[in-house]
């Protein structure tokens, strides 16, 4: 099950107590303006997450936006029982979890399958660099491995915590995380 | 609750940490700075660029390395511009410039850009060129008067006009096609697909994964493909839709007083929401009439041709609303 | 088990991650070490593991989207009804008074207008939103309606002209929600473009003016006809979202006009 922020309750006196407590003070009462310095801090951290997960430009710009937009709705809710970035990454983990649930499009992404050749760029004889960029070979992976391999080596969440997250098995997850592991190693040529 | 301390390898190697480069691809950049690279390419030293000079009409014929993968930008105001794909790892630039125009190509073989510089930005006759590309690459175009036609790419396609109009016969993974009164035109199924005009007429002739397209008073064809998720936009022109959508895709029509024209495949199910504040419904596909909307005004329509279909939403200002099934 | 069996249980079993991620203990994680010792091929496989998680521990952990999303963003944002998960009474504007005891209690320091008496009682998020959205309509009938087709004129007047339409009346004690707050969003989002267009008019040729230009108008009209629906009624959920269609459109006709005016 997702990973919800803890429901909403009558609001810490002294919860707003962070490096951008004005803004986001202002922002919980609704102006759009003061969010957009809560956006501005965190704008970079939330891309990078969804730029993963999604493995593609557009959806990690649509992504992003649905993020702040749930962040907006929620900020009322934000208790500062955890830091704002913390509380804005688990959120963003959510929103693109469902997105990835609930969306029924095929990837749009060159088919991603465990055919090395598939994840590598042809590179002519004259390529200065053959090794393929680090963010492109993730973005190369398989829906479901990438999403479990970013979870875990890039955003730090542990085994049960993921499999809690996505629904599935301990025992698929650690497979799915192994195998992304194996195609990235065979990607980058290590 | 980890374990203890995770290991290290008994002869771990000294582990090379290179800083991964940035995610950002060249090609994917916002269009506003495309172009103003484009234009910073074009100014920049002869060492990087370099111009043909034309006298009178001017054949060309540049050839430059391209990756698979690699991404192509090409500016050219006035003319017309083809875009083949082929394949070969290289792009070909052939065709003539008028009077005074000239050519430059310029990048590496991840990225190339051409532009055609006119002396005047109202040449009537302008250049018109055929580019020759990998049918993977990345394409990139701009233009205010040029006519655009591309076939056999499968990679990703950005074309951007005023007034000329926009053909793209295959299906590219992503097709992003906008145009002010220039008509696009899709016959094939991207998978991602995004085309917004004015007043240019749009239409599909196929399907795709995503979809939206988005005019303001062109009128809006959508025929004989599958959709996964569509959604379709239009303020006073008219939205035409016959095809079918996947059944847990979702299709939403938005129109202001354009009529709204929907043939669903008999064999899809759906679940239709249509709402109209001050138009009709007319529905063909069930026996289920229109009832008075909330606080009887405008006109509602609810119902499923089957349990746990695609959802099917319609919104019309003032535009008549046509339900039927397609044979 | 023989070598060969053991070294197929630890390579088929993801015996070498669990290792390097440290989920072994105890006499696991000793079997494996004691395999090590012996495999040139698990110790290999192993380092290359742990050179793969160094290197992605340095991968950048921000990274600035290609374009700048705030402005599509902001939009979105004050296009949504008055709709936020909080347990604190919504603000119904035009109707001034000091703060609740209740938000007194939870120090808010700002002093919030109380909600009308009637939907005070219900509290609820529907009726909360009614009430919202019917004083907001009102607000929303008294704004001057905006006309961009003069966003080309010279000089200060198109200015001026973007200036008037780009914020309602605010409300006495807080910004407008609802429905209101769907046009005050966009407007602003759009007298920004106008403003930046207008200082780009000479990039552009005059037939391309004269046809956004025209877009612009049908657009206006569009939106103006579901601004005068939305006043009769306010809680109608397909207007807001026709009205944010059509709003997005306008965006994106200024967004697009702005951009050919970049052009060489």
Not at chain 2, 136 to 164: F, Q
Not at chain 3, 21 to 27: F, K, P, Q, R, V
Request: aromatic content about 4%; hydrophobic content about 45%; proline content about 6%.
């Amino acid at each position: 099950m997702p990973f919800d922020p803890p429901p909403p309750g009558p609001r810490a006196p002294c919860a707003m107590e962070t490096s951008d407590g004005g803004a986001v003070r202002r922002a919980v009462a609704g102006e759009p303006d003061a969010f957009e310095a809560v956006y501005r801090a965190h704008v970079g951290r939330v891309f990078a997450l969804c730029l993963r997960m999604a493995g593609d430009r557009r959806d990690a710009e649509e992504l992003t936006q649905d993020v702040f937009v749930r962040a907006w709705e929620r900020l009322p809710s934000f208790r500062g029982d955890s830091t704002l970035g913390t509380w804005l990454h688990r959120l963003a983990v959510n929103v693109v979890l469902e997105r990835t649930r609930s969306d029924v499009r095929r990837t749009r992404r060159v088919e991603a399958t465990d055919d090395v050749a598939a994840l590598a760029s042809p590179a002519p004889r004259d390529s200065p660099d053959e090794r393929m960029d680090l963010e492109q070979a993730i973005a190369s992976l398989p829906e479901g491995a990438r999403t479990v391999f970013v979870l875990h080596e890039i955003e730090g969440y542990r085994h049960d915590e993921i499999a809690r997250l996505t629904g599935s098995a301990v025992g698929t997850m650690r497979a799915q995380l192994h195998r992304a592991r194996q195609l990235l190693m065979e990607a980058l040529g290590r | 609750m980890r374990a203890a301390t995770a290991p290290t390898a008994p002869t771990a190697p000294t582990a090379r940490v290179a800083p991964a480069p940035p995610a950002r691809r060249p090609w994917a950049a916002h269009p506003a700075r495309v172009a103003r690279l484009a234009a910073a390419a074009l100014l920049a030293s002869a060492a990087l660029l370099a111009p043909v000079r034309a006298r009178g009409q001017t054949q060309v014929d540049e050839r430059r390395p391209l990756l698979a993968t690699g991404s192509v930008k090409l500016y050219n105001l006035f003319g017309s511009i083809r875009v083949i794909g082929w394949e070969r790892d290289s792009v070909a630039v052939t065709g003539t410039l008028s009077l005074g125009e000239r050519l430059f190509v310029g990048g590496t073989p991840q990225g190339l850009k051409i532009g055609v510089e006119s002396p005047e930005e109202r040449t009537v006759r302008g250049a018109h060129l055929v580019l020759r590309v990998p049918a993977r690459a990345r394409v990139w175009v701009k233009t205010s008067g040029a006519e655009i036609v591309v076939s056999g790419v499968t990679g990703g396609l950005d074309l951007y006009s005023v007034g000329a109009s926009i053909r793209v016969t295959g299906s590219p993974r992503e097709l992003n096609a906008e145009a002010m009164d220039g008509a696009v035109e899709v016959n094939g199924s991207p998978a991602w697909l995004r085309v917004k005009t004015a007043t240019g007429a749009i239409a599909l002739r196929g399907g795709g994964e995503d979809v939206r397209l988005s005019s303001v008073s062109g009128p809006i064809t959508v025929q004989g493909g599958t959709l996964g998720r569509g959604a379709f936009e239009n303020v006073t022109g008219d939205i035409q839709f016959a095809g079918a959508v996947e059944r847990s895709g979702a299709l939403t029509f938005d129109a202001h007083s354009g009529g709204v024209d929907v043939a669903l495949a008999r064999s899809v199910a759906a679940d239709f929401d249509v709402v109209t504040i001050a138009g009709e419904i007319e529905n063909y596909v069930s026996p289920t009439r229109p009832v008075a909307g909330r606080d009887a005004r405008g006109r509602e329509l609810h119902f499923a041709t089957s349990p746990d279909g695609a959802r099917v939403t319609v919104r019309s200002f003032k535009g008549r609303v046509v339900l039927r099934a397609a044979p | 088990m023989t070598h060969f069996e053991t070294h197929a249980a630890i390579r088929d079993g993801g015996r070498l991650h669990d290792y390097v991620d440290g989920l072994l203990a105890g006499s696991e994680r000793a079997a494996v070490e004691a395999h090590l010792a012996s495999c040139a091929a698990c110790r290999d496989e192993t380092s290359r593991i742990l050179a793969l998680r160094a290197r992605l521990a340095a991968a950048p952990r921000d990274i600035q989207p290609p374009r700048d999303l705030w402005p599509e963003l902001r939009a979105r944002l004050a296009a949504r009804p008055a709709h936020r998960e909080t347990d604190l009474p919504r603000v119904a504007p035009g109707v001034e008074s000091g703060p609740t005891a209740g938000e007194r209690a939870v120090g808010m320091g700002r002093p919030l207008p109380a909600l009308l008496s009637a939907t005070r009682a219900a509290a609820r998020r529907a009726t909360r939103r009614h009430a919202l959205l019917a004083a907001a309509a009102v607000l929303l009938v008294a704004t001057s309606s905006v006309v961009t087709a003069t966003l080309f004129r010279r000089g200060s007047q198109a200015r001026v002209v973007a200036q008037q339409s780009a914020v309602p009346a605010a409300p006495r004690g807080g910004e407008p929600t609802g429905p209101a707050a769907v046009s005050a969003g966009y407007e602003r989002a759009a007298a920004d473009l106008a403003a930046t267009l207008e200082a780009r008019r000479d990039a552009l040729a005059p037939e391309t003016v004269a046809k956004v230009e025209a877009s612009l108008r049908v657009i206006d009209s569009a939106i103006a006809e579901a601004r005068t629906a939305l006043a009769r009624d306010p809680g109608n959920q397909t207007l807001v979202e026709l009205l944010s269609v059509t709003y997005r459109q306008k965006l994106d006709v200024l967004h697009r006009a702005a951009e050919l005016s970049t052009g060489i």
